[in-house]
């Protein structure tokens, strides 16, 4: 059933290739990357003291 609804979908369209880098995706693995970045260092802050230089356990 869903070929058959996919091949009456793409009857007659014209496919359009474009090359080059997706905004989206890039926009996307830059967040999730701030979000880890901000993560771990949020584990090293709970960890360490810098006031100290001790390890704490967290």
Do not use: C, W
């Amino acid at each position: 059933l869903t070929g058959a609804l996919l091949d009456r979908l793409t009857h007659h369209v014209h496919i359009l290739t474009m090359n080059g880098d997706s905004y989206r995706l890039k926009q996307s693995a830059g967040s999730r990357r701030a979000a880890a970045t901000s993560e771990q260092n949020q584990a090293t802050a709970d960890v360490f003291d810098p006031g100290t230089g001790e390890i704490t356990d967290p």
